[in-house]
């Protein structure tokens, strides 16, 4: 897949927090900011993390009820 370049403008400490995050996980600010972008279109109506996650898991539980059980634990 061809990767185009991405130029933002972000508060220096909102960077900071973010390389510093980043690196804590072992990424690139790239490969983060890509994940990141992945996340917010799954959560903005896109492929849910839960559902992209059903194959790897075997649940008892449904969908919908996984995707609860993410939301209490994420917040």
């Given at each position: 897949?061809?990767?185009?370049?991405?130029?933002?403008?972000?508060?220096?400490?909102?960077?900071?927090?973010?390389?510093?995050?980043?690196?804590?996980?072992?990424?690139?600010?790239?490969?983060?900011?890509?994940?990141?972008?992945?996340?917010?279109?799954?959560?903005?109506?896109?492929e849910s993390v839960?559902?992209?996650?059903?194959?790897?898991?075997?649940?008892?539980?449904?969908?919908?009820?996984?995707?609860?059980?993410?939301?209490?634990?994420?917040?």
């Open positions: 897949m061809r990767k185009r370049g991405l130029y933002v403008k972000v508060e220096e400490e909102l960077l900071n927090e973010f390389t510093r995050r980043a690196r804590e996980l072992g990424l690139t600010r790239s490969e983060a900011l890509r994940r990141a972008m992945k996340a917010f279109i799954a959560s903005t109506g896109g839960t559902s992209r996650m059903r194959g790897l898991v075997k649940s008892n539980l449904t969908l919908r009820e996984l995707e609860e059980a993410y939301m209490v634990f994420k917040s």
